[in-house]
Protein backbone atom coordinates (compact mmCIF):
# COMPACT_ATOMS: atom_id res chain seq x y z
CA UNK A 1 0.00 0.00 0.00
CA UNK A 2 2.36 2.31 0.81
CA UNK A 3 4.78 1.21 -2.18
CA UNK A 4 4.97 4.96 -3.66
CA UNK A 5 4.69 6.97 -0.89
CA UNK A 6 7.45 9.09 0.34
CA UNK A 7 9.42 8.07 3.73
CA UNK A 8 12.16 9.63 6.21
CA UNK A 9 14.04 7.81 8.72
CA UNK A 10 15.08 10.37 11.68
CA UNK A 11 18.12 9.09 13.29
CA UNK A 12 19.00 10.48 16.09
CA UNK A 13 23.01 9.65 17.25
CA UNK A 14 22.83 9.93 21.35
CA UNK A 15 25.60 9.19 23.22
CA UNK A 16 24.79 5.56 24.44
CA UNK A 17 22.61 4.47 21.49
CA UNK A 18 21.49 5.36 18.11
CA UNK A 19 17.38 5.58 17.63
CA UNK A 20 15.90 5.64 14.19
CA UNK A 21 12.00 6.03 13.68
CA UNK A 22 11.38 6.00 9.82
CA UNK A 23 7.85 8.04 8.95
CA UNK A 24 5.89 7.19 5.91
CA UNK A 25 3.15 9.96 4.79
CA UNK A 26 0.15 8.74 3.19
CA UNK A 27 -2.13 11.54 2.21
CA UNK A 28 -2.85 12.77 5.58
CA UNK A 29 -2.13 9.77 7.55
CA UNK A 30 1.72 9.70 9.52
CA UNK A 31 2.48 6.24 9.75
CA UNK A 32 5.91 4.80 11.57
CA UNK A 33 7.16 2.15 8.94
CA UNK A 34 9.95 0.92 10.71
CA UNK A 35 11.86 1.18 14.07
CA UNK A 36 15.10 0.64 15.80
CA UNK A 37 17.59 0.64 18.14
CA UNK A 38 20.96 -0.31 19.15
CA UNK A 39 23.46 0.57 22.46
CA UNK A 40 26.70 2.72 21.19
CA UNK A 41 29.30 0.86 24.06
CA UNK A 42 32.05 2.92 22.91
CA UNK A 43 32.53 6.04 20.26
CA UNK A 44 35.04 4.01 18.46
CA UNK A 45 32.25 1.47 17.48
CA UNK A 46 29.45 4.54 16.43
CA UNK A 47 29.55 3.99 12.91
CA UNK A 48 29.33 0.04 13.50
CA UNK A 49 26.35 0.25 15.77
CA UNK A 50 24.41 2.74 12.88
CA UNK A 51 24.79 -0.13 10.09
CA UNK A 52 23.77 -2.31 12.58
CA UNK A 53 20.79 -0.34 13.26
CA UNK A 54 20.08 -0.39 9.17
CA UNK A 55 20.65 -3.84 9.02
CA UNK A 56 18.01 -4.75 12.16
CA UNK A 57 15.06 -2.11 11.27
CA UNK A 58 14.41 -3.34 7.85
CA UNK A 59 13.78 0.91 6.54
CA UNK A 60 11.93 1.15 3.36
CA UNK A 61 14.30 3.76 2.39
CA UNK A 62 17.70 5.25 2.91
CA UNK A 63 16.83 9.29 3.24
CA UNK A 64 17.48 10.06 6.62
CA UNK A 65 17.58 13.46 8.73
CA UNK A 66 19.92 13.58 11.55
CA UNK A 67 21.09 16.43 14.04
CA UNK A 68 23.99 17.78 15.46
CA UNK A 69 24.36 19.00 18.76
CA UNK A 70 27.00 19.89 22.17
CA UNK A 71 30.14 22.26 21.87
CA UNK A 72 30.18 22.67 18.20
CA UNK A 73 26.45 24.20 18.06
CA UNK A 74 26.03 27.80 19.40
CA UNK A 75 22.40 29.42 20.07
CA UNK A 76 22.46 33.11 20.49
CA UNK A 77 19.62 35.65 20.47
CA UNK A 78 19.71 38.51 18.61
CA UNK A 79 17.38 41.74 18.86
CA UNK A 80 16.78 43.07 15.03
CA UNK A 81 14.78 45.45 13.68
CA UNK A 82 11.57 44.27 11.50
CA UNK A 83 12.38 42.92 8.06
CA UNK A 84 11.53 40.29 6.00
CA UNK A 85 12.54 36.41 6.02
CA UNK A 86 14.87 37.71 2.75
CA UNK A 87 16.92 39.88 4.26
CA UNK A 88 17.27 38.50 7.77
CA UNK A 89 19.39 35.69 6.59
CA UNK A 90 22.28 38.45 4.76
CA UNK A 91 21.45 40.54 7.76
CA UNK A 92 22.41 38.12 10.49
CA UNK A 93 25.46 37.03 8.94
CA UNK A 94 26.86 40.43 8.60
CA UNK A 95 26.64 40.66 12.73
CA UNK A 96 27.07 37.23 13.29
CA UNK A 97 30.55 37.63 14.84
CA UNK A 98 29.23 39.38 17.41
CA UNK A 99 27.35 36.51 18.79
CA UNK A 100 29.60 33.57 18.18
CA UNK A 101 32.89 32.16 18.88
CA UNK A 102 33.70 30.70 15.15
CA UNK A 103 34.83 32.80 12.21
CA UNK A 104 31.25 33.12 10.18
CA UNK A 105 32.91 31.26 6.77
CA UNK A 106 33.46 28.16 9.21
CA UNK A 107 29.85 27.72 10.45
CA UNK A 108 26.53 26.67 8.81
CA UNK A 109 24.21 29.56 9.78
CA UNK A 110 20.47 29.00 11.15
CA UNK A 111 17.75 32.02 11.71
CA UNK A 112 14.78 31.58 13.61
CA UNK A 113 12.43 34.28 13.70
CA UNK A 114 10.82 34.54 16.93
CA UNK A 115 8.29 37.74 18.10
CA UNK A 116 8.04 41.02 17.08
CA UNK A 117 7.85 43.29 20.03
CA UNK A 118 5.67 46.61 20.22
CA UNK A 119 8.01 49.24 20.90
CA UNK A 120 7.72 52.25 23.47
CA UNK A 121 6.87 55.58 22.18
CA UNK A 122 9.91 56.67 19.99
CA UNK A 123 11.53 53.95 20.35
CA UNK A 124 11.92 51.94 17.01
CA UNK A 125 10.42 48.08 16.96
CA UNK A 126 12.30 44.61 17.40
CA UNK A 127 11.52 41.26 16.61
CA UNK A 128 13.56 38.69 18.51
CA UNK A 129 15.70 36.05 16.57
CA UNK A 130 17.30 33.34 17.53
CA UNK A 131 20.95 32.47 15.87
CA UNK A 132 22.06 28.64 15.22
CA UNK A 133 25.69 27.99 14.39
CA UNK A 134 27.08 24.77 14.01
CA UNK A 135 30.55 24.48 12.75
CA UNK A 136 30.91 23.18 8.99
CA UNK A 137 33.12 20.58 9.93
CA UNK A 138 31.19 18.67 12.22
CA UNK A 139 28.43 18.81 9.58
CA UNK A 140 30.57 17.76 6.88
CA UNK A 141 31.55 14.91 9.16
CA UNK A 142 28.46 13.85 10.37
CA UNK A 143 26.77 13.99 6.33
CA UNK A 144 30.14 12.42 5.14
CA UNK A 145 29.79 9.31 7.92
CA UNK A 146 26.08 8.72 6.38
CA UNK A 147 26.99 8.51 3.19
CA UNK A 148 29.80 5.89 3.84
CA UNK A 149 27.21 3.83 5.08
CA UNK A 150 25.24 3.92 2.19
CA UNK A 151 23.04 6.40 3.57
CA UNK A 152 21.28 9.61 2.10
CA UNK A 153 21.70 12.70 4.24
CA UNK A 154 18.66 15.01 3.05
CA UNK A 155 18.91 17.34 6.40
CA UNK A 156 20.87 18.03 9.32
CA UNK A 157 19.30 19.65 11.71
CA UNK A 158 19.65 20.62 15.64
CA UNK A 159 17.92 18.05 18.80
CA UNK A 160 16.14 21.17 20.13
CA UNK A 161 14.39 21.97 17.10
CA UNK A 162 13.60 18.35 16.90
CA UNK A 163 11.72 17.68 20.03
CA UNK A 164 9.28 20.80 19.17
CA UNK A 165 9.13 19.12 15.46
CA UNK A 166 7.54 16.19 17.07
CA UNK A 167 5.20 17.94 19.16
CA UNK A 168 3.88 20.12 16.60
CA UNK A 169 3.34 16.31 14.46
CA UNK A 170 1.23 15.37 17.77
CA UNK A 171 -0.67 18.47 17.11
CA UNK A 172 -1.62 17.32 13.58
CA UNK A 173 -1.87 13.69 14.23
CA UNK A 174 -4.54 14.38 17.16
CA UNK A 175 -5.81 18.01 16.50
CA UNK A 176 -7.35 19.76 19.64
CA UNK A 177 -5.29 18.31 22.38
CA UNK A 178 -3.26 21.24 22.77
CA UNK A 179 -5.07 24.38 24.12
CA UNK A 180 -4.55 28.15 21.52
CA UNK A 181 -2.35 30.33 23.59
CA UNK A 182 -0.77 27.59 25.91
CA UNK A 183 2.98 27.57 26.40
CA UNK A 184 4.61 24.91 26.97
CA UNK A 185 8.50 23.48 27.88
CA UNK A 186 10.19 20.31 26.09
CA UNK A 187 12.56 19.07 28.09
CA UNK A 188 14.54 16.11 26.20
CA UNK A 189 17.35 14.32 28.75
CA UNK A 190 19.83 12.50 26.99
CA UNK A 191 23.01 10.88 28.17
CA UNK A 192 25.40 14.25 27.98
CA UNK A 193 22.91 16.54 27.42
CA UNK A 194 19.32 17.81 28.23
CA UNK A 195 17.53 19.91 24.89
CA UNK A 196 14.89 22.61 25.82
CA UNK A 197 12.54 24.31 22.96
CA UNK A 198 9.74 26.50 24.75
CA UNK A 199 6.72 26.51 22.32
CA UNK A 200 3.87 29.11 22.71
CA UNK A 201 0.75 27.70 20.36
CA UNK A 202 3.00 25.38 18.87
CA UNK A 203 5.80 28.31 17.80
CA UNK A 204 9.63 27.98 18.96
CA UNK A 205 10.47 31.13 21.53
CA UNK A 206 13.32 29.51 23.23
CA UNK A 207 15.87 26.58 23.05
CA UNK A 208 18.95 25.62 24.41
CA UNK A 209 21.20 22.85 25.28
CA UNK A 210 22.62 22.15 28.73
CA UNK A 211 25.72 20.15 29.29
CA UNK A 212 24.22 17.52 31.75
CA UNK A 213 22.01 14.39 31.55
CA UNK A 214 21.80 11.00 32.64
CA UNK A 215 25.49 9.93 32.49
CA UNK A 216 25.93 12.59 35.19
CA UNK A 217 23.02 10.69 37.57
CA UNK A 218 24.64 7.41 36.76
CA UNK A 219 27.96 8.84 37.67
CA UNK A 220 26.73 9.82 40.79
CA UNK A 221 25.42 6.47 42.04
CA UNK A 222 28.39 4.80 40.58
CA UNK A 223 30.23 7.14 43.41
CA UNK A 224 27.54 6.67 46.29
CA UNK A 225 27.43 3.14 45.79
CA UNK A 226 30.93 1.60 44.43
CA UNK A 227 29.47 0.55 41.13
CA UNK A 228 30.40 0.46 37.78
CA UNK A 229 28.72 2.20 35.86
CA UNK A 230 26.83 -0.89 34.16
CA UNK A 231 25.28 -1.89 37.77
CA UNK A 232 24.74 2.06 38.81
CA UNK A 233 22.83 2.23 35.15
CA UNK A 234 20.56 -0.60 35.89
CA UNK A 235 20.30 0.50 39.64
CA UNK A 236 19.07 4.35 38.64
CA UNK A 237 16.28 2.62 35.99
CA UNK A 238 15.66 0.08 38.64
CA UNK A 239 15.86 1.15 42.42
CA UNK A 240 13.37 -1.03 43.87
CA UNK A 241 13.87 -1.02 47.31
CA UNK A 242 17.20 1.15 47.45
CA UNK A 243 14.82 3.91 46.05
CA UNK A 244 15.22 6.10 48.77
CA UNK A 245 18.92 5.46 48.85
CA UNK A 246 18.53 6.50 45.03
CA UNK A 247 17.14 9.67 45.36
CA UNK A 248 19.28 11.07 47.91
CA UNK A 249 22.25 9.86 45.92
CA UNK A 250 21.03 11.93 42.85
CA UNK A 251 19.37 14.82 44.91
CA UNK A 252 22.45 17.61 44.37
CA UNK A 253 22.62 16.39 40.71
CA UNK A 254 18.78 16.78 40.23
CA UNK A 255 18.70 20.10 41.98
CA UNK A 256 21.51 21.84 39.67
CA UNK A 257 20.08 20.79 36.59
CA UNK A 258 16.66 21.75 37.81
CA UNK A 259 17.99 24.79 38.23
CA UNK A 260 19.76 25.38 34.70
CA UNK A 261 16.34 24.83 33.82
CA UNK A 262 14.43 26.84 35.63
CA UNK A 263 16.92 29.57 34.34
CA UNK A 264 15.76 29.00 30.96
CA UNK A 265 12.07 29.37 32.20
CA UNK A 266 13.01 33.00 33.92
CA UNK A 267 14.71 33.59 30.63
CA UNK A 268 11.43 32.96 28.38
CA UNK A 269 9.17 34.60 30.58
CA UNK A 270 11.38 37.64 31.11
CA UNK A 271 11.73 38.25 27.19
CA UNK A 272 8.32 36.81 26.05
CA UNK A 273 6.38 38.57 28.49
CA UNK A 274 4.26 34.96 29.49
CA UNK A 275 4.68 31.99 31.60
CA UNK A 276 5.78 28.25 30.72
CA UNK A 277 2.39 26.53 31.88
CA UNK A 278 3.05 23.22 31.79
CA UNK A 279 6.38 21.02 31.05
CA UNK A 280 6.63 17.80 29.37
CA UNK A 281 9.79 15.15 29.36
CA UNK A 282 11.22 13.12 27.00
CA UNK A 283 14.95 11.26 26.62
CA UNK A 284 16.33 8.22 28.33
CA UNK A 285 16.19 9.80 31.51
CA UNK A 286 12.72 9.61 32.00
CA UNK A 287 12.90 5.79 32.75
CA UNK A 288 14.05 7.10 36.05
CA UNK A 289 11.28 6.23 37.95
CA UNK A 290 10.90 9.48 40.89
CA UNK A 291 11.70 12.22 37.97
CA UNK A 292 8.25 13.70 37.23
CA UNK A 293 8.15 14.01 40.74
CA UNK A 294 11.35 15.76 41.87
CA UNK A 295 11.23 18.27 38.82
CA UNK A 296 7.29 19.49 39.36
CA UNK A 297 8.53 20.27 42.89
CA UNK A 298 11.66 21.93 41.37
CA UNK A 299 9.80 23.49 38.58
CA UNK A 300 6.49 24.22 41.02
CA UNK A 301 4.44 23.55 37.46
CA UNK A 302 2.74 20.54 36.36
CA UNK A 303 5.22 18.43 34.98
CA UNK A 304 5.11 14.97 33.05
CA UNK A 305 6.43 12.16 30.65
CA UNK A 306 4.86 12.69 27.24
CA UNK A 307 4.22 10.28 24.53
CA UNK A 308 5.74 11.88 21.10
CA UNK A 309 4.37 8.54 18.77
CA UNK A 310 0.96 9.64 20.40
CA UNK A 311 -1.51 9.03 17.61
CA UNK A 312 1.00 8.55 14.78
CA UNK A 313 0.07 4.96 12.89
CA UNK A 314 2.28 2.31 13.21
CA UNK A 315 2.55 -0.73 10.21
CA UNK A 316 2.32 -3.99 12.42
CA UNK A 317 3.84 -6.14 9.81
CA UNK A 318 7.32 -4.12 9.89
CA UNK A 319 7.45 -2.93 13.66
CA UNK A 320 7.67 -4.48 16.76
CA UNK A 321 5.34 -2.36 18.42
CA UNK A 322 5.95 -3.72 22.36
CA UNK A 323 9.22 -2.18 21.67
CA UNK A 324 8.25 0.96 20.23
CA UNK A 325 5.65 1.75 22.81
CA UNK A 326 8.26 0.70 25.15
CA UNK A 327 10.92 3.23 24.11
CA UNK A 328 8.34 5.43 22.91
CA UNK A 329 9.33 8.59 25.97
CA UNK A 330 13.07 8.09 24.09
CA UNK A 331 12.05 9.17 20.67
CA UNK A 332 10.97 13.11 20.90
CA UNK A 333 14.19 13.58 18.49
CA UNK A 334 14.11 11.14 16.10
CA UNK A 335 10.49 11.58 15.58
CA UNK A 336 10.56 15.02 15.20
CA UNK A 337 13.58 14.58 12.69
CA UNK A 338 11.28 12.35 10.55
CA UNK A 339 8.56 14.16 10.85
CA UNK A 340 10.62 16.58 7.77
CA UNK A 341 8.75 13.89 5.54
Avoid at 37 to 61: K, Y
Avoid at 227 to 235: G, T, V
Avoid at 240 to 245: F, R
Wanted: with cysteine; hydrophobic share 45%; net charge negative.
Amino acid sequence: MLKHRRSIVGLDLGTNCVKAVEITQDRYDYIITAFAQVDVPSESVRQDAIADLFRVGRFRTKRVATAVSGKSVIFRYVPMPPMSDENLVSAVRMDAEKYIPFPVDEVELGVHKLAETKAAEGAQAEMKVLLVAAKRTVVQDQAAMLVNLGLQPVTIGVDSFAIGNAYELNDIVSPGLQEENHTVALIDIGASKSCINILRSNVSCFAREIPMGGQDLTNAIARRFGLENSEAEKLKREPGDQMADVQEALANVLDDLGNEINLSFDFFENQFDGEVQDVHLSGGTVLLPFLEETFEKIFEKKTRVWNPIEGLKVKADNVDVDALNRCAPQLAVAVGLAATV
